[in-house]
């Protein structure tokens, strides 16, 4: 089955505590996204990817960081200085072909509670 | 700024019956992408319809269907003879694909079906 794994599905991070969030697609996908969604609204994008080793960052990146060391693979890590952490974090991934914009299909996503 | 505004944080439909959802948007590009996305208890993001802008003709997905009208920067869903399974949170977003295929999310329309 082709897909987007998130783990864990619940995560909680004491404070000062980095924790990092996984997520995968066997989906052969090149480019890769992480989201945030709090309660009661949309999503916005932390980081995204569009081919191994280059990221960017989104509108909302100040204390998280990311990697993308193989193409199917795109950790966010919650760093000590993302002061409310608490939502819910969804990654995504899309193919990019020239001149068409792919859609994006997104994994369970993961819920991170602050002790 | 790139907006995007549901003005209906709650809508309401008789299963069976049809509802429209709406959808407004902000942005100076002229080549871009519309999705309707939904969202329900399990917080699984699952793509319901996209659009192109380039194409006036209005994309349909079985029982979902939009109006599009680019001028106006509008882009309503219209979900025909509602099924109990259809009630989710809504989300409408758009994409521009010189920004890295980012999304940009609305705040979510949350739709319940009465049997």
């Known amino acids: 089955d082709g897909g987007i794994t998130q783990s864990p599905k619940y995560l909680f991070r004491k404070e000062g505590q980095n924790v990092t969030l996984s997520c995968e697609q066997n989906?052969?996908?090149?480019?890769m996204y992480w989201y945030r969604q709090d309660p009661g609204q949309g999503l916005r994008l932390i980081y995204y990817?569009?081919?191994?080793?280059?990221?960017q960052k989104g509108d909302i990146a100040e204390g998280y960081s990311v990697s993308r060391e193989k193409k199917e693979s795109f950790p966010l890590t919650v760093t000590s200085a993302q002061k409310n952490p608490t939502a819910f974090y969804l990654c995504?991934?899309?193919?990019?072909?020239?001149?068409?914009?792919?859609?994006?299909?997104f994994g369970p996503g993961t819920r991170l509670l602050v002790l | 700024a790139q907006t995007v505004t549901q003005s209906q944080p709650e809508m309401s439909v008789q299963e069976a019956e049809t509802v429209t959802l709406s959808c407004t948007y902000d942005?100076?590009?002229?080549?871009?992408?519309l999705f309707w996305y939904k969202q329900p208890p399990s917080r699984q993001m699952i793509l319901v319809i996209r659009q192109e802008a380039y194409k006036q003709q209005n994309a349909t997905e079985n029982r979902f269907s939009v109006n599009f009208q680019k001028a106006a920067k509008s882009f309503s869903l219209k979900i025909s003879d509602s099924q109990l399974g259809d009630a989710a949170m809504y989300f409408c977003a758009y994409s521009v694909y010189n920004q890295g295929g980012k999304l940009i999310f609305g705040q979510g329309t949350e739709l319940s079906v009465k049997p």
């Open positions: 942005t100076s590009e002229s080549d871009y992408y």
């Open positions: 989906l052969n996908h090149d480019a």
């Open positions: 995504a991934s899309s193919q990019r072909y020239a001149a068409v914009q792919e859609t994006q299909y």
């Open positions: 990817s569009q081919i191994v080793n280059d990221f």
